[in-house]
């Protein structure tokens, strides 16, 4: 390894993001003028009036935790007490995908529960089929740090993106010798980084976040803005829709701490949720949609469920001091799994609250980790340029 | 003027916290035993917890098949 990436990766207090930026400052100056009666007495008012705001808003936060703090009658943990607890895992590295020339960022499943398509610092984006480890496709951005990739539903095209800002579709051909660049389509942008994107229930719409503080929601085949979702004071960093018989619903998290959940149809926040210290990496609904998981550089996972509008678990070790970077439910939701900066994945019981199982392997950290469609294994992706796959 | 500017955005900010204060919510209790029911109902179905057989498992390795 050269000397740059022994500084890279021994720094271990680095938290390297790129572009990240400070909340956003809440009110503009006053522009300095002379002020004539008239506008001094209008000045006047609008002080009132938003002084007035400003004391509903107080008493409005207050009044929401009241609310929350009264159905706080438990801890899940508590509930949980007398199920079973779990015996001893024993997952390994099962497939590790070499081919990248850089950090892979971002990687996601096909519905075929085989392939795989991941994302690298480099510019390239791959579909591998994970049995053979075989790479089926390779594609090279225009623009390096691909942040974000996902599969389309039906499995025939890829989307991606990252320092363009915007998301483009690939369609993926039968021919391997045919160029994949040639067919790309632009269909999201946005005014900074974009930091996730996923399709929706079919190939036709796409969702997507950015260091631009905002969601958006694309019609693949014009390229037309159909929704966008306002809300983050910074960055969004990540985000997950809801299973789809939850409803069209979807959750976000970023570098102001927060986690909105987000009505599709009319761009509203319909829930927010702020006890994060350090931005939210990741989000991931539990399979029943009626909780979600969120990894933040907090060095904590937590659990926030929707009907009781709170958070409701936290993960945590003091031993534990890195960085979560992405989080994944295991099919029935008992498991959490998060892949970390000091490049481990801990697995966690999900209703007692406690860790069952610590995974080495990574020469790096960990970036990205999506459990497979049918559940029987899930795969990382790390700065040491590989992906593992793990059952 | 910014002043102006500086209400509308508060009153964005009333108006969501408004409707956020006004969801309907239940008792942590209910929603922990629900949360729990999910993952027992469906513990049987959920490879990596129960931990599948080889056999069954495309990724883990299988046992080796010899041409006689």
């Known amino acids: ?391 | 003027m910014s002043g102006s500017t500086n209400i509308i955005a508060m009153k964005k900010v009333v108006q969501q916290l408004r409707f956020e204060a006004g969801i309907n919510r239940v008792k942590v209790s209910q929603a922990a035993a629900d949360l729990q029911q999910f993952c027992l109902q469906n513990a049987q179905q959920d490879p990596l917890l129960t931990g599948m057989s080889s056999s069954n498992n495309p990724f883990r390795p299988q046992k080796v098949c010899s041409f006689l």
């Not at chain 1, 890279?8 to 809440?26: G, I, T």
């Not at chain 1, 609310?67 to 099962?94: I, N």
């Not at chain 1, 609904?285 to 409701?312: I, K, N, Q």
């Open chain 1, 1 to 391: 390894k050269t000397s740059f990436n022994c500084i890279f990766n021994v720094s271990f207090s680095l938290r390297f993001k790129p572009f990240r930026r400070r909340p956003l400052p809440a009110q503009r100056k006053y522009m300095r003028s002379p002020l004539t009666p008239e506008m001094a007495t209008q000045e006047v008012q609008l002080n009132e009036t938003l002084a007035h705001l400003k004391t509903e808003s107080e008493t409005l936060k207050s009044k929401l935790e009241e609310e929350r703090a009264k159905l706080h009658d438990v801890e899940l943990h508590q509930v949980a007490e007398k199920v079973e607890g779990l015996g001893q895992f024993v997952m390994k590295t099962r497939r590790t995908l070499k081919g990248h020339g850089n950090k892979v960022l971002c990687m996601d499943w096909c519905k075929d529960k085989r392939r795989i398509v991941s994302s690298s610092q480099d510019g390239k984006v791959i579909v591998w089929d994970a049995f053979t480890t075989n790479k089926e496709h390779a594609v090279t951005m225009p623009c390096t740090w691909v942040m974000a990739c996902a599969y389309a539903p039906s499995g025939c095209a890829v989307a991606c993106g990252g320092l363009d800002n915007k998301c483009s579709v690939y369609p993926l051909s039968l021919d391997k010798n045919e160029n994949l660049a040639a067919k790309k389509k632009s269909v999201a942008m946005h005014t900074n980084y974009l930091s996730a994107c996923s399709f929706t229930n079919s190939d036709m719409q796409i969702l997507t976040s950015s260091g631009d503080g905002t969601c958006a929601l694309w019609d693949v085949e014009s390229g037309q803005l159909l929704q966008s979702f306002h809300g983050h004071a910074a960055d969004v960093l990540c985000l997950d829709l809801a299973p789809s018989e939850t409803g069209n619903t979807f959750v976000s998290g970023g570098c102001d701490k927060k986690a909105n959940v987000w009505d599709m149809r009319s761009g509203q926040c319909i829930q927010s949720f702020e006890t994060h210290e350090s931005d939210i990496n990741s989000v991931r609904y539990y399979p029943s949609g009626d909780a979600f998981a969120s990894g933040s550089d907090d060095a904590t996972c937590r659990l926030y469920d929707l009907r009781a509008d709170r958070e409701v678990a936290i993960y945590s070790k003091e031993s534990i001091i890195f960085g979560v970077s992405s989080v994944d439910f295991s099919l029935s939701g008992r498991l959490l799994f998060g892949g970390y900066n000091d490049y481990t994945i801990n697995v966690w019981d999900v209703l007692k609250g406690t860790r069952v199982s610590i995974l080495f392997g990574h020469e790096n950290r960990v970036s990205t980790l999506r459990v497979s469609p049918d559940g029987t294994a899930f795969c990382t992706g790390s700065w040491d340029h590989t992906l593992r796959i793990w059952a």
